[in-house]
T-cell receptor, first 113, second 112 residues
């Protein structure tokens, strides 16, 4: 089955700086890679996603890149703000949306004022 | 995006009892899923709730322990049966629209 590795487990950055979280996956059949933000006591919130036929996607301060050859995808957050502090999870799935997600272990992002 | 609600939001149960968690979606969706998240940990897929047929379970999860119903395209239930303290966790349902999956707020279960 699929295995998703996520690094780092904790990331502390100064407000206004950029943050990068990296994930690798094992199953070359995976074709969908979402990122979730989870705040304390809440369910995961989908913030951005990318499909295997796209190399990069951007939404305001958030971007995701995908390298299919290396089986590697990354989340980039620019101009970080205090409200970006949360746990971020990457995930992968195949099957065109009919499959459940395999999650990475999560990154605790801390924005220092 | 789909809006998902879960009931109850939290519960404390005695070992040996069962709890049924309800998941309601504000629109019809093809796919619904159930996940478990132990405190401070990642999410693990329990099963896919199929409308009109039996749920599909992931390795390590069985129907006798986690029976699932999916009576229509907006609703599903997960029962945690014969609970033990190891079942203490957050249980989350999600709804799939095309590729995207949206999550409910979760049910925090404590088994004493």
């Amino acid at each position: 089955g699929e295995n998703v590795e996520q690094h780092p487990s904790t990331l502390s950055v100064q407000e206004g700086d950029s943050a990068v979280i990296k994930c690798t996956y094992s199953d070359s059949a995976s074709n969908y890679f979402p990122w979730y933000k989870q705040e304390l006591g809440k369910g995961p919130q989908l913030i951005i996603d990318i499909r295997s036929n796209v190399g990069e996607k951007k939404d305001q301060r958030i971007a995701v890149t995908l390298n299919k050859t290396a089986k590697h995808f990354s989340l980039h957050i620019t101009e970080t703000q205090p409200e970006d502090s949360a746990v971020y999870f990457c995930a992968a799935s195949g099957g065109g949306g009919a499959d459940g997600l395999t999650f990475g272990k999560g990154t605790h992002l801390i924005i220092q004022p | 995006s789909a809006v998902i609600s879960q009931k109850p939001s939290r519960d404390i149960c005695q070992r040996g009892t069962s709890l049924t968690i309800q998941c309601q979606v504000d629109s019809q969706v093809t796919m619904m899923f159930w996940y478990r998240q132990q405190p401070g940990q990642s999410l693990t897929l329990i099963a896919t709730a199929n409308q009109g047929s039996e749920a599909t379970y992931e390795s390590g999860f069985v129907i006798d322990k986690f029976p699932i119903s999916r009576p229509n395209l907006t609703f599903s239930t997960l029962t945690v049966s014969n609970m033990s303290p190891e079942d203490s966790s957050i249980y989350l349902c999600s709804a799939g629209q095309a590729y995207e999956q949206y999550f409910g707020p979760g049910t925090r279960l404590t088994v004493t």
